[in-house]
């Protein structure tokens, strides 16, 4: 397949996922208010679910920024190494904001499963 072709197979199969679970994003069960007097959701286990999807998504591409940040960096050093003390301290701060991103998902995903049983 041509790289357009596989580009547009992408968007489209992306668009028809979406298509398909929108509805359960915005669907709302029958007992509405038996679930709110008991103070339980009744979509807990797909919140559950995309919570920790969505930790899963996170900590897989911080450690795939993180490995790519240090190879380029250990690779800078390796071509230049007088140039070491100036690479160490932006590839240290670069790998400090990706860690950063990955704990924000974190808190995130907790704040969705424990909202829940409020």
């Known amino acids: 397949m041509k790289r357009s072709s596989k580009i547009l197979f992408t968007a489209l199969s992306t668009l028809a996922t979406l298509l398909v679970f929108c ?16 103070g339980l959701a009744s979509n807990y286990g797909l919140i559950a679910l995309a919570a920790g999807l969505g930790i899963g998504i996170a900590a897989l591409g911080g450690g795939i920024g993180q490995g790519r ?19 160490r301290g932006p ?10 991103l990955v704990i924000y998902a974190l808190i995130i995903a907790l704040l969705l499963v424990l ?3 409020a």
């Open 23 to 38: 509805g359960m994003a915005f669907a709302q069960g029958a007992e509405v208010e038996a679930v709110r007097a008991q």
């Open 69 to 87: 940040a240090a190879a380029a960096a250990l690779d800078g050093i390796a071509r230049n190494p007088g140039a070491a003390g100036q690479i």
């Open 91 to 100: 590839m240290i701060l670069g790998l400090a904001l990706i860690e950063s």
């Open 115 to 117: 909202k829940v049983g």
